[in-house]
């Protein structure tokens, strides 16, 4: 453990600062998301109705995925392929796996 | 030990590094395909901890980042802030605090092709399972890591140089994971490390659900010393139960933890309360061969049961908390743990 104390005041303000650039996307993207709410392009992960393509990406889903962690419980689909990305490197899936995987969380 | 945080706690100038890197970032990815968008994930939570009779009380943030470049290219940061406030002691009435900051990982992929994959950087030490799986907060079923967690890691948990990972062989029964890597030795406050190398691989047979692995790692600095590690999991198909167990070896010391993961349902037509609900249980060891000040293991032969009883919310809300009993040569005490932690995951911005 290598723990130094820094300067209270500006990790406060660190943290206040990453809440504001977390806050600020959001915020975009529910303005967008309520755009996207008129027009049939919006979607989000439908798990319960997956295609015969997303079988497989279900089943790798529960092989790989669920050892640690559930599926996120609301997952744009712009974010999918960066979600299955950075999970590709982390948990070493196969890039078939990655593509099935995607599948079934952007059917 | 508090957390599972390997921190790297810098003064002010390096946590503006750290700032100015992730500012970078946001600045210069491109616009991406849509399913590409550059986001921000990872918890936020409040945790707390009594030892031995002594509350500390955790606000913390652990932000993630991930933004792709390109189709071939990944850059992904992981940070820890946190106030953590406790007794002053000395028979002084009141709490104290400190901040901390770190950088867990910040590295860039480079995805080669579907076997493997380059990673440079800051990265976590691919060491047994739990510092690379179960380290983000919106994963852990507990608030303190396992007492042979420093072991294999280098204390740090990070290292920083080079690594080669992925997926050798993919099958439907059987696949074949590996990871080796190089770290060089760095003072740097924010990108601490040792001198080090080695690596691990798993083989992990689907259908069963069964993984079995092994890690070794050898410490190139100071006194040099290798570290070995196996581990073990078991997640029966269409189970409530999961099981984790690893194993670690050093020169001065050595130990196992064992845990249990109960879902009470996972059916979706049953009861939400239920569903929600998951008891968990750790069983740890360690043994202490020779003295060693530097490993982070207890100085003596320690036995530990944890006991804990997580809830999941909706809306990515979790509520962990625990009882532990340690029981060692120097004295036995009860530690007593709380966390609810809520993950977040937004768009850096909207894709085209």
């Given amino acids: 453990m290598k723990m130094r104390t820094i300067d209270r005041k500006f990790c406060m303000a660190v943290v206040a600062s990453l809440c504001i650039v977390a806050a600020l996307p959001a915020l975009s993207a529910s303005k967008a998301q309520q755009q996207d709410s008129q027009t049939p392009a919006k979607q989000t992960v439908q798990r319960d109705a997956s295609p015969e393509t997303a079988n497989a990406g279900e089943k790798k889903f529960k092989q790989n995925c669920s050892r640690c962690h559930d599926a996120p419980q609301d997952l744009s689909t712009h974010l999918s392929g960066t979600v299955l990305r950075h999970m590709r490197v982390r948990a070493s899936l196969s890039e078939q796996d990655e593509r099935d995987i995607l599948k079934f969380l952007n059917p | 030990m508090l957390l599972r945080m390997h921190l790297s706690i810098g003064p002010r100038f390096s946590a503006r590094v750290i700032g100015f890197l992730w500012a970078l970032l946001f600045c210069w990815i491109p616009a991406l395909s849509a399913q590409d968008t550059p986001l921000i994930s990872g918890g936020v939570g409040f945790i707390t901890s009594t030892n031995g009779g002594n509350t500390t009380y955790i606000p ?25 406030y406790f007794p002053k002691g000395n028979g002084q009435s009141g709490y104290t605090g400190s901040s901390f900051l770190g950088l867990s990982y910040l590295q860039l992929d480079y995805l080669a092709n579907r076997h493997m994959t380059l990673v440079a950087g ?31 890691t280098m204390n740090t948990g990070s290292s920083v140089g080079g690594m080669l990972r992925g997926s050798a062989v993919s099958t439907d029964k059987v696949s074949l994971d590996y990871a080796g890597y190089f770290s060089a030795a760095s003072t740097n406050e924010q990108f601490n490390s040792q001198r080090s190398a080695g690596g691990k691989a798993e083989l992990y047979f689907p259908q069963a659900h069964l993984e079995i692995g092994a890690s070794y790692n050898r410490r190139l600095q100071d006194e040099h010393q290798n570290f070995a590690g196996l581990h073990l999991w078991w997640e029966p198909a269409d189970s409530l139960v999961k099981f984790r167990s690893e194993y670690a070896h050093g020169k001065h010391a050595q ?15 049953a009861n ?6 998951e008891p968990v249980v750790r069983w ?4 202490r061969s020779s003295p060693d000040s530097s490993d982070g293991l207890p100085s003596v032969d320690t036995n530990r049961a944890d006991f804990g009883l997580n809830y999941l919310f909706p809306h990515e809300v979790r509520l962990n908390t625990s009882y532990s009993r ?27």
């Fill in chain 2, 255 to 269: 130990g196992y933890w064992m845990e249990s993961e109960f879902h009470l349902a996972r059916d979706t037509n």
């Fill in chain 2, 284 to 287: 740890q060891q360690t043994f």
């Fill in chain 2, 272 to 277: 939400a309360f239920r569903r929600g609900l």
């Fill in chain 2, 60 to 84: 913390i943030v652990s932000p993630v980042l991930a933004a792709p470049l390109g189709d071939h290219l990944l850059v992904e940061s992981r940070a820890t802030i946190l106030d953590s």
């Fill in chain 2, 122 to 152: 800051e990265f976590l030490t691919p060491f047994g399972t739990y510092n690379e799986r179960l380290t983000p907060i919106w994963i852990a079923n507990w608030e303190s890591a396992p007492l042979i967690f420093s072991l294999g």
């Fill in chain 2, 326 to 352: 340690q029981f060692a040569a120097t004295g036995n005490r009860n530690v007593w743990q709380t966390g609810i932690v809520y993950r977040f995951l937004f768009p850096t911005w909207r894709s085209k």
